[in-house]
């Protein structure tokens, strides 16, 4: 068959992680490689809006949040990637945070609308009632991928633990 993919292959450990700029949900540009240069980073895709709020996300996301002076400490960043259609996931990714006044500093929840990073990375899970495969990667400062672990189903996550122990 020739021809382009459809979707790109998902960067494996030892390779650079492409870049990419995504909003937060309340507007703010965040571009991956900037972050980078500040700290290593936790780059987290999670399955995101797929007409509900995963708990499977939810439990993750919340799981990084309680460790986050761990992640400091560790001088790492965790960036949370939040896919979905794009009609009102700004307001869906608040939602997913509906526990969480406000995130620690060393964590960034971006959305991504048009699953611009999902399909960069080669984790589109298109099916019905899906979006991404959730997938968690460690990043050092030039953008290296030291660690990763791709989730072909909705539970079968990277613990914060798991990724604190991996961080060098």
């Known amino acids: 068959m020739f021809g382009t993919a459809l979707y790109a292959q998902t960067p494996a450990v030892g ?8 909003s937060t949900p309340t507007g703010k540009s965040v571009q991956l490689s ?3 240069k500040q700290a290593s980073t936790v780059l987290i895709v999670l399955r995101g809006y797929p007409g509900y709020q995963c708990p499977f996300c939810q439990k993750q996301l919340h799981d990084f949040i ?8 560790k001088k790492a960043m965790v960036l949370l990637v939040y896919p979905g259609p794009p009609a009102e996931l700004d307001q869906r990714a608040k939602e997913a945070l509906a526990k969480q006044a406000d995130l620690p500093t060393n964590i960034t929840l971006v959305i991504d609308p048009d699953y611009k990073v999902t399909n960069l990375y080669g984790l589109r899970w298109d ?11 460690i990043l050092d400062h030039n953008g290296k991928i ?8 909705h539970g079968d ?7 604190l ?3 060098l």
Do not use: C, M, N, Q
């Open 165 to 167: 122990d991996a961080l």
């Open 34 to 36: 900037k972050g980078l």
């Open 146 to 153: 030291l660690f990763e672990k791709i989730s072909h189903g």
């Open 15 to 22: 390779e650079v992680a492409p870049d990419f700029t995504l």
């Open 127 to 137: 099916a019905p009632h899906e979006t991404a495969y959730p997938a968690t990667f």
């Open 157 to 163: 996550r990277a613990s914060a633990k798991d990724v």
């Open 66 to 73: 309680e460790h986050a002076t761990e992640f400091a400490a």
